[in-house]
């Protein structure tokens, strides 16, 4: 619809907004291509806010592809984002970019700037990606090998999934009861991690071809066993 509108800056926002949800969907080149679409959209018409915003995307798509050059963009785009001044984002942007730090290996950049992102959400930001926010900090927790992180990282897996139920976000709910489910499996509680992700895995009744469920799928298997 956007395209056949002409419009340059709905164009740039539907490619970005598309891009989003093949990212949440875990669809990597669908996203890249249209991240990209979006990059070169707003660069040729000067929209910086959609142009930080389809690097972010295009650098979530490469994590996903597991392609080394996802971090230099995710910073590149979160640094650009947080330039304009914009606010409805920041928190997403944040949290994402701590995450890839995360991941890297670089724990002690990563987690304060989780903490500011909890920080901002709870003074009355955005809040769609709290449960998020708390899921990646239980991830770079157990990633630090601090003595005390499996204990805080399981209470921020509790916490997640408590903001997401509040929230009625089942996918998100999905997500950080797999990352409980795991964490219990490791420390022997098979049991109670197979009975917690069959219950809100079996709420579902459709999608079972995205990332998430997969991922669900394969871990309740495992546990099954």
Known sequence: MARQLDRPHTLAMALNLVS?????????????????????????????????????????????????????????????????????????????????????GRIAEALPMLDEALAVTMKGGERH?????????????LRGGVDDGVAEAEQCFRTAIGVAREQRAKSLELRATTSLARLLEKQGHRAEARAMLAEIYNWFTEGFDTADLRDAKALLDKLST
Do not use: N
């Open 129 to 141: 990606c709290l449960a998020e926010v708390h899921r990646f900090r239980g991830e770079l927790l």
């Open 20 to 104: 989003w949800t093949h990212v949440y969907r875990g669809e990597a080149k669908i996203a890249m291509e249209l991240a990209e679409a979006a990059i070169i959209l707003s660069t040729r018409q000067e929209f910086p806010h959609w142009r930080a915003m389809g690097i972010l995307k295009r650098g979530k798509a490469r994590a996903l592809l597991g392609e080394p050059e996802s971090l230099a963009d995710v910073g590149e785009g979160w640094r650009a984002y947080v330039a304009t001044g914009a606010l409805l984002g920041a928190v997403d942007a944040t949290a994402d970019h701590a995450l890839r730090l995360g991941l890297q």
